[in-house]
Nanobody, 119 residues
């Protein structure tokens, strides 16, 4: 059973930065593709970024490209999402998810962490 827990959310001003972490228990994350998703109030779930297990290839949504960076820390068994130049429209609950490949309907999900970007 893959259990994922997100951390690092909070309140930040526009232009600021946050670093989210996704930690797993019971498995090593480098065996899985890990995706970050978000859901803003009143909106559907949106894919933000994903890193594959096979070759480490990375995908970013166009809306975050150049501002967000996904990375693995195998020593800590985490996948992090560094978020810079945050905008109000980045406000959402952020979820990490795991599966064998990057896809929208991933199998394992964390419970999410809230990111609020506001002055």
């Amino acid at each position: 059973q893959v259990q994922l827990v997100e951390s690092g959310g909070g309140l930040v001003q526009p232009g600021g930065s946050l670093r989210l972490s996704c930690v797993a228990s019971g498995v090593t994350l480098d065996s899985y593709a890990i995706g970050w998703f978000r859901q803003a109030p009143g909106k559907g779930r949106e894919g933000v970024s994903c890193i594959s297990a096979s070759d480490g290839s990375i995908w970013y949504a166009q809306s975050v490209k150049g501002r967000f960076t996904i990375s693995r820390d195998n020593a800590k068994n985490t996948v992090d999402l560094q978020m810079d130049s945050l905008k109000a429209e980045d406000t959402a609950v952020y979820y990490c998810a795991a599966d064998l490949t990057c896809r929208y309907a991933m199998t394992y999900w964390g419970k999410g962490t809230l990111v609020t970007v506001s002055a």
